[in-house]
Structures are given as C-alpha cells and as structure tokens.
C-alpha cells in the first residue's frame, strides 16, 4: 500500500510503464552493466488528486555533481525566465534590497536576472554543484543544497524573510513536497510571493505526453492539487497563468492568505479541471490506454520509415527515456541522437543505448527523418532548422499523436 504524499490517502495504482533506466543519466559503453532501473508507475490520490509516482529513486541518485541538464541550452527559455523577472519587479513593485530566493535555479535561473538587474540580496538553492558552480561564475549567490523546511531555517536564520520566492520546473521533482510548503510557509514575509510553474497535468491528459512521467517529476500537478497543497498552510492561490513552456505549464501565484484580491481565472480554470474529473480511475484508465495507443502508433511509424531511411532524434532530453523505453526503441529504428549539451554527447541513452552526437555531426550526417526528442522546444528548434533540416527531411512526434508533422 503506498500513501499519497500529501494527505497520506492510500494512491490509486492504474498504470506501469515498466522497467525505467534514471531518465538523464546518459552513460559511457562500460557503464551499462550496473545500469539502475526502478519501475516508472504513475498513480493518483483519490482525495486530493495529487498525480504522483509510486516510486521515486533516491533524490541523490538525481542530483548531484555531474547533473546533465542545464536551462541555458534554450535561448527561448531564458528570455522566459528573463521576461518574468522584470514583469514581477513592475507588477509588485520589487525593492532592490528585498530577498528573493529561488527553489531550483540550476545554471542560473531567475535570480540571474535578478542580479544583474542590481537586485543583488538574492539567493538560488539547487543540489546539483555542476549547475551551482556555473550559476556561481555568473555571479549568482547560490546554497548548494535541497531545498526543504530544514534549508528554510539556515536561510530565515542567515538572510531573514523573504519577499519572493520562486520556483520553475522544480517543485514537481521533490517527493517531500509536504517539507517543501513547511519552508515555503516559515520563510515568506506577511506580504510576500511564491511563484512557481510545472507542467500541468491537463496538458499531459489533452496530449497523452507520457513522457513528462519519469523519474525527476514525482509529481505532475493541477490547480486542484496546488490549492489542497496551500490548505494546510497559511497560503492560497491568487492567480494562475496558462504556458506554452515545458510542454504545457501552469504558473501559480501564492500569497498568504487574504493578502491579495483572488483574479477570476483561479475559478476559470478550476472549473475547467472539474470538467476532466481529476479524482475519477476513469481519466487516468483513458490516459492508459492512449498511452498504449501512441505506442503502437509509434513503433508502427518508426518501423514504416525506418526501412528505407535513416531517422535521428532532435534532443536527449530526459522525456525520450521514457518514450524510448516505453516503447522499446533502439539504435535499430533511432540511428543516433542530436543534442547541444556538451556532457550528454558521445554518450549513450539510459536503456537503449542510442549513441547521442553533437550539432556537427548532425549536419554531417543529416537523416531523412528526425524524430523531435524536444519537442517542448518546437518553436525555437523548427526556427534554428528552416534552412537546414527541415528543407531536406521531415519532422516526426508522438505527441498529440504519432504523425510526420505536416510542414
Ligand atoms: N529552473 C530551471 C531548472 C529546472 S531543472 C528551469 O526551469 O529550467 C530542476 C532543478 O531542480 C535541477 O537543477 C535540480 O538540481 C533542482 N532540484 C532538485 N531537487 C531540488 C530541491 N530539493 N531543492 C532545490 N532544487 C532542487
Ligand atoms: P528539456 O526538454 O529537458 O528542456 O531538454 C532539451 C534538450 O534538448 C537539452 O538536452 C538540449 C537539447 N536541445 C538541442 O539539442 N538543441 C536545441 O536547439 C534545443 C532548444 C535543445
Ligand atoms: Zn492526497
């Protein structure tokens, strides 16, 4: 029986993917016999509808010294990251010498930005000291630790309250989510801000991309869940904001409770989640068999092209590992991978092994077909190819379907 970790309500097992290799960790030939693997098995709470996985690897098997992913290989994502950081500083009218701190910052992060804006009384948190010590070049001040209730105390004890907090694509990958909101609630000022955005659980349903399910996102949230999450503390939701990034996303704004005039679009979109019930077997029973359909699908296209051409991946991203492993995908159909980031390249996928190259190679080898690894990416990537790949060859994605894409 496994618990719901927030509510502690017994998970509703619906689904497996099966045996998953650590999603981004890319490995040399003499690595693959001590391999990891661990079952990849989504389940939801049928009393808060908190999404979330049966089992998590233990977070220092994720992230640590030699972490492969780092945020600045998207331009797109950094004038994101950018664009938010001044709109907060107009929005709520930001003071130079207020504390901000960010949950996850990675390479950089928001507090980047705010530091070179001359918002120097800042402060990232991140465990992995590969992407702290990158952030820490650029001038950032990081802690390079987990963030959770007991990092909230040394920082309330070594900067004091802080006036926002935020957090990209990180909350969904901390299993103790329930110590997350206990420092969230200890450190934040009477009058100050949480932000923070994930993927969202809807547009995972909407586009049946399962491949936002591996080990890093323990949990895959919705406005309901985050809002049963505030509950147990002094916290509410004030506002929310659709995204393209990440795959689909949802921002949150967070406030203590009462401080902020709640916007409309909270109820817009809780009454949009009421309508895909998030609480009910029956969602997640049709979001298992889409699944099975798109795997299918899938190894039916690749298998069709693959005869006669030759097909690469655009982007070792952590997704693919479960996409290549779902669906059983090797060097056989999938003939190598493309990525920018030096410490992934002339490695191999976790689990299938698919050699993975950099840009030159790419462009010395240019293949009929590519199948878009990133696709969360699309925009930025389709811009960067127009007059390179996408004049020869053609574009393959599973999601919302499996297709050749039609331009
Ligand atoms: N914010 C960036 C990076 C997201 S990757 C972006 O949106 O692109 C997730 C980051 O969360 C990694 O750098 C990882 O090291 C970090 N992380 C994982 N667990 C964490 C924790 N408990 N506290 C703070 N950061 C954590
Ligand atoms: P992500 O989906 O986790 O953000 O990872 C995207 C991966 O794709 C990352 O390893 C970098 C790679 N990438 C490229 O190789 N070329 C590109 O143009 C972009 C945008 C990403
Ligand atoms: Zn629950």
Redesign the pocket.
């Known amino acids: 029986m496994t618990l719901c970790r927030n509510c502690s309500t017994e998970l509703n097992d619906f689904m497996t993917f099966g045996k998953m290799p650590i999603a981004n960790a890319f490995l040399e030939k003499n690595q693959i016999k001590s391999e990891y693997f661990f079952e990849l098995a989504p389940t939801f709470c049928p009393k808060c509808s908190l999404f979330q996985l049966k089992f998590q690897p233990d ?1 220092n098997s ?2 640590h010294e030699n ?1 492969a ?1 780092f ?1 600045n290989t998207s331009e797109k ?1 950094q004038r994101h ?1 950018e664009d938010l950081t001044k709109s907060v500083i107009e929005q709520f009218k930001l003071k130079k010498t207020d504390l901000i701190v ?5 390479d950089g ?1 928001m507090v980047k930005y705010f530091n070179d804006l001359g918002y120097s009384n800042h402060l990232g ?4 000291k590969n ?1 702290c010590d990158f952030a820490k070049s650029l001038g950032v001040r990081v802690k390079n ?4 209730h007991e990092t909230a105390r040394d920082i309330k004890r070594d900067y004091g309250d802080v006036k926002v907090l935020f ?4 909350l969904a ?2 299993a103790d989510i329930t110590s ?1 909101f206990e420092g969230i609630d200890f450190l934040l000022s009477k009058d100050g801000l949480f932000i923070t955005e994930d993927p969202y659980l809807l547009d995972l349903l909407k586009k049946t991309s399962y491949d936002q399910i591996y080990d ?1 996102h323990v949990f895959i949230f919705s406005l309901t869940s985050i809002i049963k999450l505030c509950e147990k503390f002094d916290l509410e939701v004030f506002d929310v904001e659709k995204l393209k990034t990440a795959g689909g996303s949802l921002r949150y704004y967070i406030a203590r409770r009462g401080q902020k005039i709640i916007s409309p679009r909270v109820q817009m979109v809780l009454s949009e989640e009421r309508s895909i019930d998030l609480f009910s077997e029956e969602t997640f029973l049709r979001f298992k068999y889409n699944c099975e359909q798109s795997k299918n699908d899938l190894l039916t296209l690749l298998q069709a092209k693959s005869k006669n051409h030759k097909i690469a991946s655009y982007g070792a991203t952590s997704k693919t590992t479960t996409i290549f492993n779902y669906c059983g995908i090797d060097s056989s159909l999938i003939e190598f991978i493309t990525d920018t980031t030096p410490n992934k390249q002339n490695k191999l996928s976790p689990g299938m092994h698919i050699p993975i190259y950099d840009y030159e190679y790419f462009l010395n080898n240019i293949p009929e077909y590519c199948f878009l690894g990133a696709w969360n990416h699309i925009d930025e990537i389709l811009e960067k190819e127009k007059n390179m790949f996408s004049l020869s060859g053609q574009w393959l994605s599973h999601t919302p379907k499996p297709q050749v894409l039609d331009f």
Do not use: C, K, Q, R
């Open positions: 977070p994720l992230f972490y992913f945020a994502m990251f960010e949950i996850g910052n990675n992060g948190v991140d465990p992995s992407v630790e987990f963030f959770n957090a990209a694509n990180t990958h901390i997350v890093e």
